[in-house]
């Protein structure tokens, strides 16, 4: 429901669920794996985005995992841009002891995005939390500014580019 709304907000034309166990992801990641690969093999994107594997949420740690399996280039050789991304209050707030952070290194301008991400964002109303969470409103977009001023832009989100082919 709520990303139905998000998705109407940005526009967007597309999404698919996989009809996965929400906060259930990480029991048996061959039920992520088998679907994500067929859902990959019949629409055949060139680019793919997932979480982070260091993500402080089991789901995110899953599926970043699954994600990373079923990129293999000889089994997807259709995709050639894989990007990781941020999830704020999850990315930033698990202990990095043995691990290694998000590190940004590809910037898109969200200047002329900022206000429609932030309606967006909000639809999620159980996802929302107060100041300073991370995910409220005032955090959201303080990451977007300094993500922003990471790359000279007022306004930026950030991925890490895992792999690309020119």
Aim: charged residues 25%; aromatic residues 10%; proline residues 7%.
């Amino acid at each position: 429901k709520h990303s139905m709304k998000a998705k109407e907000i940005m526009g967007y034309h597309e999404s698919c669920f996989l009809d996965l166990n929400d906060e259930r992801l990480d029991l048996c990641i061959q039920d992520i794996i088998i679907p994500l690969e067929d859902y990959l093999i019949k629409t055949r994107p060139q680019i793919v985005y997932s979480p982070f594997c260091n993500d402080n949420n089991q789901d995110h740690q899953a599926v970043a995992k699954a994600v990373q399996v079923v990129l293999r280039p000889s089994a997807v050789p259709f995709v050639e841009r894989w990007m990781i991304f941020e999830t704020p209050s999850s990315t930033d707030q698990g202990p990095l002891v043995g691990t290694f952070g998000f590190q940004a290194n590809v910037y898109y301008d969200i200047g002329n995005l900022i206000d429609k991400k932030l309606k967006a964002i909000a639809s999620y109303e159980t996802e929302s939390r107060p100041y300073p969470n991370p995910r409220s409103p005032d955090g959201i977009k303080a990451l977007a500014m300094k993500r922003g001023m990471e790359c000279g832009l007022d306004y930026a989100e950030s991925f890490m580019l895992a792999r690309e082919k020119v």
